[in-house]
């Protein structure tokens, strides 16, 4: 499929022939979906922690006698029949982590592309160059219309472009190593550079 391609100042520059295998797919929401809960089953940190019945700072001495109240049996406070006792089964450090294969996370990326290709929120910039004044990079973004963007780059990002953008609300930017579904699906507008797109092409085939 072809694209135009624009420069940020919102002029034309050509166009770029974009590969049917990774933007001209029918996007699949069971993958999307798969792909992202394990994005973000990844990131969760897992460091919720109750006390346990030992580790409560109760004495642990019998609190009465076994026989002769008319109450039931208890042996100390940190029962987790008590308040402020032991919690019992509760949640302990862990990873939520799960595998997923590297052809599937792969197919993934392919199909958010693809998604974002379809529902016509793919943009091909020249380059994102700029000199690191964000007033003017800000003016620009607004001037073509980008909200909620995030722009992938080359396999580095310029250093002016990425200090302008820093405080544009709304706008992200990464390497095309760290593209990702969930950061793609999450933004309005996907915007690549012709470099992306040779580096993506290269990535994915």
């Given amino acids: 499929m072809k694209l135009d391609v624009i420069k940020l100042d919102g002029g034309k520059a050509g166009s770029v022939d974009l590969s049917d295998d990774l933007f001209g797919l029918e996007p699949r929401a069971d993958i999307l979906h798969r792909v992202?809960?394990?994005?973000?089953?990844?990131?969760?940190?897992?460091?919720?922690?109750?006390?346990?019945?030992?580790?409560?700072?109760?004495?642990?001495?019998?609190?009465?006698?076994?026989?002769?109240?008319?109450?039931?049996?208890?042996?100390?406070?940190?029962?987790?029949?008590?308040?402020?006792?032991?919690?019992?089964?509760?949640?302990?450090?862990?990873?939520?982590?799960?595998?997923?294969?590297?052809?599937?996370?792969k197919l993934g990326l392919k199909h958010a592309l693809s998604a974002k290709a379809k529902a016509g929120e793919l943009?091909?910039?020249?380059?994102?160059?700029?000199?690191?004044?964000?007033a003017a990079l800000a003016k620009q973004v607004k001037n073509l219309g980008w909200k909620r963007a995030l722009i992938i780059d080359g396999a580095t990002v310029n250093e002016g472009f990425a200090q302008a953008a820093?405080?544009?609300?709304?706008?992200?930017?990464?390497?095309?190593?760290?593209?990702?579904?969930?950061?793609?699906?999450?933004?309005?507008?996907?915007?690549?550079?012709k470099a992306a797109v040779e580096a993506l092409e290269a990535r994915l085939k």
């Fill in 36 to 105: 992202v809960r394990w994005q973000r089953n990844n990131a969760q940190a897992g460091t919720h922690k109750v006390k346990t019945r030992s580790e409560t700072s109760y004495s642990t001495k019998k609190i009465y006698r076994q026989k002769g109240t008319g109450g039931a049996r208890h042996g100390d406070r940190n029962a987790p029949i008590f308040r402020k006792g032991g919690i019992y089964k509760g949640p302990t450090p862990r990873s939520h982590g799960h595998d997923l294969t590297k052809k599937f996370r």
């Fill in 123 to 134: 943009v091909v910039i020249e380059n994102a160059e700029a000199e690191g004044k964000t």
């Fill in 166 to 193: 820093r405080n544009i609300e709304g706008l992200d930017i990464l390497p095309s190593m760290g593209a990702n579904v969930y950061d793609i699906l999450k933004r309005d507008t996907l915007v690549l550079t």
